[in-house]
């Protein structure tokens, strides 16, 4: 059974920090790029970050950009989302996805987690 569990998320003020997890299991792990991802109510959702199997880095969107940071552990067969200097509107269900080789999209991933929740306020 093929499992993405992300954890991690909660309630931080603005300029805090959070470390997601996304821990994986029923794939082969290094074959796989892993995206994280979030939607906040009423939006649509949104791309962050991709790694691949090798480490390759993808941005999807500015606004994680010089703020949150992705990395893998295979050891672990878990990829993790660094989030520093959050804001107000990092506000949202965070959730991780996978697609074989490729990163996944929006649109498109062969497996997706159920997400965990971050809420950033004062």
């Known amino acids: 059974e093929v499992q993405l569990q992300a954890s991690g998320g909660g309630l931080v003020q603005p300029g805090g920090s959070l470390r997601l997890s996304c821990e994986t299991s029923?794939?082969?792990?290094?074959?796989?790029?892993i995206g994280w991802f979030r939607q906040a109510p009423g939006q649509e959702r949104e791309g962050l970050l991709c790694?691949?199997?090798?480490?390759?880095?993808?941005l999807y969107s500015a606004s994680a950009k010089g703020r949150f940071t992705i990395s893998r552990d295979s050891a672990e067969n878990t990829v993790y989302l660094q989030m520093n200097s959050l804001k107000p509107e990092d506000t949202a269900l965070y959730y991780c996805?996978?697609?074989?080789?490729?990163?996944?999209?929006?649109?498109?991933?062969?497996?997706r987690g159920q997400g965990t929740q971050v809420t950033v306020s004062s």
């Open positions: 996805a996978a697609e074989l080789n490729f990163c996944p999209t929006v649109r498109k991933s062969t497996y």
């Open positions: 029923g794939f082969v792990f290094d074959d796989y790029s």
């Open positions: 790694i691949s199997g090798r480490g390759g880095v993808t």
